[in-house]
């Protein structure tokens, strides 16, 4: 089974305070993906990344930035946490088949975030 | 740019029958994913769906038309712990776009 693990399951921070959520998946996914979770707002997308050292905008990535430093591990971090910024954080992986898009995503347990 | 409507709530009698409709406009579409949450849970996968027409898996049933941008979810024989929200979400080379989710809610 896949498996895609996130650091932390609750997180409580202080408003400036530089954040970092960590992920790591099991299966050597190209693609990892950081997305918050916002009631009626539904997921968006943060940053993805397709391959190491790779990063990738997504919709909302103003107050965040990324690292792929290896294949497994893709993170998230806060520069300065703000309260805007409390939410749910699911790190997602997935695989890329050529010329048909890609796998299904996995995704971790999810890192609820308060920035207090 | 990538637009996903679906519906926001449903709710539905145990036992029945549900069908969950999604409308799309992506560019660079590949496929349609189905995921079902479940409160504090995180999404987990139902259905893909790359040609026309419907896919059967158990209970659970999905379809596609490339040309309308449409899909939707079927849920059969209905039962509590189906009680979730299904989020459609629209997948391109690379990267997916999700709807908000509908939260469904099975009654007795």
């Known amino acids: 089974d896949v498996k895609v693990t996130q650091s932390s399951r609750y997180l409580v921070k202080r408003t400036g305070e530089k954040v970092f959520l960590e992920c790591v998946q099991d299966?050597?996914?190209?693609?990892m993906f950081w997305y918050r979770q916002d009631p009626g707002l539904g997921l968006r997308l943060i940053y993805f990344?397709?391959?190491?050292?790779?990063?990738e905008k997504g919709d909302i990535p103003e107050g965040y930035s990324v690292s792929r430093e290896k294949k497994e591990r893709f993170s998230l971090i806060l520069e300065s946490a703000s309260t805007n910024q409390t939410s749910m954080y699911l790190c997602?992986?997935?695989?890329?088949?050529?010329?048909?898009?890609?796998?299904?995503?996995?995704f971790g347990q999810g890192t609820r975030l308060t920035v207090v | 740019g990538q637009n996903i409507d679906q519906p926001t709530e449903m709710t539905a009698t145990e036992g029945a029958i549900v069908q969950i409709n999604c409308t799309y406009q992506?560019?660079?579409?590949?496929?349609l994913f189905w995921y079902q949450q479940h409160a504090g849970e995180a999404p987990t996968f139902l259905s893909y769906n790359v040609l026309d027409g419907l896919e059967e898996k158990g209970r659970f049933s999905s379809f596609l038309s490339r040309s309308k941008g449409y899909s939707y979810l079927l849920l059969k024989e209905l039962q509590m712990k189906d009680s979730a929200s299904y989020l459609c979400a629209a997948g391109g080379y690379q990267k997916v776009t999700f709807g908000i989710g509908t939260k469904l809610q099975v009654i007795p």
């Open positions: 299966m050597d996914h190209e693609n």
């Open positions: 997602a992986s997935s695989q890329t088949r050529q010329g048909s898009g890609d796998t299904e995503a996995f």
């Open positions: 990344s397709y391959d190491v050292k790779m990063k």
């Open positions: 992506t560019s660079g579409f590949n496929g």
